[in-house]
C-alpha cells in the first residue's frame, strides 16, 4: 500500500522527519503512510496536496490506484446498469426484472478513459443485448 507515495519519498531521498518539519504535517501521519497503516487515498485533502508539493509532483502520482468505474450506475432504455469491481475486474452489471447480465472489462485502473466512457459503454451493451433478445425472439417465430 502507499506504494507511489513511497516511491516518491525514497527518489527525493529524504527522512520521515525532514518531510513533516517541511511540511507541518504530524509525523504520525507520515510515519503511518510509509508503513502501510494508513492509506494515502483517505488522508485529508490538505495532507496529499502537501505532500504533492513537497515531493513536486501531481496528487495523482501519490494516491494509490483505485478502480475508476466502480460505483457508476445510470438507467438507460428500460435496464440499470452498474459497475462493480468485485474481483479486481471491472464488470458491468445489467438488471432488468429480476434478469441480470455480466460483463467482465478487465482492469481500469490505468485507464481513466473507460471513465469518460463507461456510460457509452453500458449503453452499447444494453443495446446490443436489446438486439440479441429481438433475435432470439424471430428465431421463435420462425421455428
Not at 432504455?77 to 434478469?99: C, F, M, S
Not at 478487465?106 to 473507460?114: E, L, R, V
Amino acid at each position: 500500500m502507499n506504494d507511489n507515495l513511497i516511491n516518491k519519498i525514497k527518489e527525493l531521498g529524504v527522512s520521515q522527519y525532514k518531510i513533516c518539519h517541511e511540511t507541518g504535517i504530524p509525523y504520525t501521519t507520515i510515519s503511518r503512510l510509509e508503513r502501510g497503516v494508513m492509506d494515502i487515498n483517505k488522508c485529508s485533502a490538505d495532507v496529499v496536496f502537501r505532500l504533492s508539493l513537497y515531493l513536486n509532483c501531481t496528487i495523482e502520482d501519490i494516491l494509490n490506484p483505485i478502480p475508476y468505474l466502480y460505483g457508476i450506475k445510470g438507467f438507460y432504455r428500460g435496464y440499470n446498469y452498474y459497475w462493480d469491481n468485485a474481483t479486481d475486474q471491472d464488470v458491468l452489471i445489467i438488471e432488468k426484472d429480476g434478469v441480470k447480465l455480466v460483463r467482465e472489462y478487465g482492469k481500469s485502473k490505468t485507464n481513466k478513459k473507460y471513465y469518460e466512457s463507461s456510460k457509452l459503454f453500458a449503453e452499447m451493451e444494453i443495446d446490443l443485448y436489446i438486439r440479441k433478445m429481438e433475435a432470439d425472439r424471430i428465431c421463435e417465430i420462425t421455428d
